[in-house]
């Protein structure tokens, strides 16, 4: 495999497709709202997808530099890339591709402070924060799975809203909660093969603190408030007359059986078997949730 192959390797592509389908909801959001430009919303995508990537790279180093890649039991879906500490790439080109890629995206990002406008800087810098300390700092507090719902679920949707309209709403801060929760249970499944790993590098993720069947517990709470949540905003907007979410984002309930499926393989926790499985149903709940809610705000505009 040639090196280029390797640093694109590293950025675990395979996941980068949460950054394609966060763009599309963001950028259909700004599109229902009467704003819309397509090389934007590209290049805005492309800017998101250079940071997953990057943060992907930087926990790849992190993990190797305090022995838990070297513990970690690795999944299709957790673990790492696997690069590093199986010697097909060097510890410094892991921090290279995540150096180089974030460097890029900021790029991306200083292009939209000038044509969006400043108000997108704070929003930037706090996401940036978020995912640059999650794996180094934030792991090791309490809870840590709230930050990346934060930084990779909940602000990519307001920053993909601003650069097509150069404002922010309450409205999509609302309707970007699912997005956050959703981000959020990625990561808190996604740890249940690496608790005994975590638990010796000092991380304190949810199932390390609380243990497994609690974090099943919380993961299953926490996917039924996005159904919750999605149908709340409906009828608030039903009530309100304002469009908090369209009556047609309700499409996103075609999710619900990988949803089902996730939670129930959450439940068995103790069998890598039926575990893994839950992990691919969950990434497909998430990754067709976020494409039903954009079809909802396209079709509610288009009929």
């Not at 890649?69 to 510890?91: M, Q, Y």
């Not at 949707?157 to 997005?179: D, H, K, M, N, R």
């Not at 959020?184 to 005994?196: A, C, Q």
Request: charged share 10%; hydrophobic share 55%.
């Amino acid at each position: 495999m040639s090196k280029l192959a390797l640093w694109f390797k590293e950025t675990r592509p395979q996941f980068l497709i949460l950054s394609v389908v966060l763009t599309f909801l963001g950028t259909a959001i700004a599109w229902y709202y009467g704003s819309f430009n397509i090389w934007y919303a590209l290049l805005a995508g492309l800017g998101l997808t250079l940071t997953h990537g990057s943060v992907n790279a930087i926990n790849d180093y992190f993990d190797y530099k305090s022995g838990i890649d070297l513990n970690v039991k690795r999944t299709p879906f957790s673990g790492g890339s696997g690069l590093v500490p199986e010697g097909k790439l060097a510890l410094k080109q892991a921090l290279g591709v995540g150096i180089v890629t974030s460097l890029v995206a900021l790029g991306i990002g200083i292009f939209f402070f000038i044509v969006s406008g400043w108000q997108l800087i704070p929003l930037v810098v706090i996401a940036g924060l978020i995912l640059v300390l999650y794996t180094p700092v934030l792991l090791k507090t309490v809870w840590p799975e709230w930050s990346p719902g934060v930084g990779l679920g909940v602000m990519p949707i307001l920053g993909l809203y601003f650069v097509q309209t150069g404002e922010y709403s309450w409205v999509v801060l609302l309707a970007a909660i699912p997005s956050g929760i959703m981000v959020h249970n990625l990561l808190l499944i996604n740890e249940f093969p690496d608790v005994e790993a975590d638990r010796i590098g000092g991380r304190r993720t949810t199932p390390v603190v609380f243990g497994l069947e609690t974090a099943g517990k919380f993961y299953a709470a926490a996917t039924i408030a996005v159904y919750i949540w999605i149908v709340g905003c409906v009828i608030a907007t039903l009530v309100s007359g304002t469009v908090i979410m369209p009556v047609w984002c309700l499409v996103a309930f075609l999710s619900l059986p990988f949803a089902i499926k996730a939670i129930k393989g959450a439940r068995q926790y103790g069998d890598m078997n039926k575990l893994i499985p839950a992990l691919g149903s969950n990434v497909i709940f998430i990754m067709l949730t976020h494409v039903l809610l954009g079809i909802g705000y396209i079709l509610d505009k288009a009929l």
